[in-house]
């Protein structure tokens, strides 16, 4: 989850790869069903305690776990990010208009602001989904040009990239 702070708890969920052929499909339907009731889990826990903060802290937990996810060995990495993903640290804020125009006309400014903090890794065997719904028109326009200018500087560094306002994997 990320919220307001820079370190945050992290629910992590993995099933092992199995042969179709040769595996036992009682036993890995349950496997299954483990797997995604310990995601629904996390899902729930952070719809529970997201709202009402006043600060966020978007990027330096984004990188911590994508740099975790860089070095583990999984056979697929993926990152989900229900998020607004509107950084409002002491460092920067993207509430600010100053601010949320520079990461359209210059992108490269804001980069090398938020790596005075953390430098992104590889990136290129992770996928990356930005979710959100946003509420209004304004919160719309906002949230494209702050998640595109995330998906274009983690494109950038090799992930696989979807914004969307549903979390779906294939």
């Known amino acids: 989850a990320i919220t307001d702070v820079s370190y945050n708890p992290v629910h992590e969920s993995s099933i092992a790869p199995a042969c179709q052929l040769l595996g036992n499909l009682p036993s890995r339907k349950k496997e299954q069903k483990a797997f995604f009731a310990k995601i ?20 330096f937990p984004m990188t911590m776990e994508l740099t975790r996810l860089s070095k583990g060995n999984a056979e697929r990495k993926i ?77 950038s560094k090799g992930a696989k990239v979807v914004i969307g306002a549903n979390f779906s994997v294939q």
Request: proline share 3%.
């Open 40 to 59: 629904d889990t996390a899902l729930q826990t952070l719809l529970d305690t997201r709202a009402g903060k006043t600060k966020s802290s978007i990027f």
């Open 79 to 155: 990152l989900a990010l229900y998020s607004d993903m509107m950084e409002h640290t002491a460092l920067i804020s993207f509430y600010d208009k100053k601010i949320l125009n520079l990461l359209k006309e210059d992108p490269d400014s804001v980069r090398r602001i938020l790596e005075i903090e953390a430098v992104l890794p590889d990136l290129s065997a992770i996928e990356v989904f930005i979710v959100y719904q946003p509420r209004t028109s304004e919160e719309s326009n906002t949230y494209r040009i702050v998640s595109e200018f995330f998906r274009d500087w983690l494109e």
